[in-house]
Every structure is written in C-alpha cells, then in structure tokens.
C-alpha cells in the first residue's frame, strides 16, 4: 500500500494551497482519511478526518479555513487550505484507516511566508 502526497510549496500568509493524497495497492475498506502536519521541532498533531460517510471533523487551530473532503473511488483525500498561515509552515502527512490496517503518507512540505 503506498499513498502518495503531493501540493506543497512555499504561499505567502493569507493564501491557499491543496494537498491530495492518493492511496494505492491492495487497501480495501477504508474506513477513514485524515491530515495531520508536524512543525519543527513539535509533536506530529492531527488536522482533520473525513469518513466513510462523509462527515468531516477540524482541529480548532484550522477550523473555518481547511477544507478536507474526499473521493472515494479513487481512493483519494483532499486538504483545501485557505488564509494561510506563517503557523501552518509544517510538513503534512496523510493518514488512511482501514480494514487492511492503518497507514501514512511521506508527507509534503507547507511553507507559509510572512
């Protein structure tokens, strides 16, 4: 199982990116899709989950400004992310749930400029 991220790069404050994350190899069930990050130097912190029925959950500090969603037959997570900020500079991972185990991306990098 491989899931590939990608949609990092270097925004000023106050703009917007989109990560996608691609699930591939034999996973089956998923159950649910999440974001996380992991600035430098801190713990890796969950930033949103969306599930298999669709119901999307946030962490306050990016409430109101990401937007996770999913297409599930292609097995594949979103993270609109909106009003950057020089906060949300982090290297973010994709996170899969499934009945086949649980497995994580190879991250990319978000770099927010003030």
């Known amino acids: 199982v491989q899931l590939q991220a990608s949609g990092g790069g270097l925004v000023q404050a106050g703009g917007s990116l989109r990560l996608s994350c691609a699930a591939s190899g034999s996973i089956f069930g998923i159950n649910s899709m999440a974001w996380y990050r992991q600035a430098p130097g801190k713990q890796r912190e969950w930033v949103a989950t969306v599930t298999n029925s669709g119901s999307s959950i946030y962490a306050d500090s990016v409430k109101g400004r990401f937007t996770i969603s999913r297409d599930s037959p292609k097995n594949t997570v979103y993270l609109q992310m909106s009003s950057l900020k020089p906060e949300d500079t982090a290297v973010y991972y994709c996170?899969?749930?499934?009945?086949?185990?649980?497995?994580w991306g190879q991250g990319t990098q978000v770099t927010v400029s003030s």
């Open positions: 996170a899969v749930a499934s009945s086949t185990g649980n497995y």
